[in-house]
């Protein structure tokens, strides 16, 4: 399921805290939005493995 709350680019310059809005650009600043959700799972990541094998350490 796509993320449709995006979040202003500029929020960090431009305003106090973060801006989310459902648009493609900023209701108070005008400028660029982006996907506010997490990046996705990557198999290609390089520390994988070591992820996996302390999750496997840890359960009972």
Same mark, same amino acid.
């Given at each position: 399921m796509k993320s449709d =709350?995006? =979040?202003?680019?500029?929020?960090?310059t431009?305003?106090?805290?973060p801006v989310y809005t459902l648009g493609s650009t900023c209701p108070k600043c005008d400028g660029p939005s982006a996907n506010s959700a997490p990046a996705k799972f990557d198999p290609a990541d390089p520390y994988g493995e070591y992820r996996r094998a302390l999750k496997e350490r840890r359960q009972p």
């Open positions: =709350i995006r =979040i202003c680019r500029d929020w960090k431009a305003h106090e805290r």
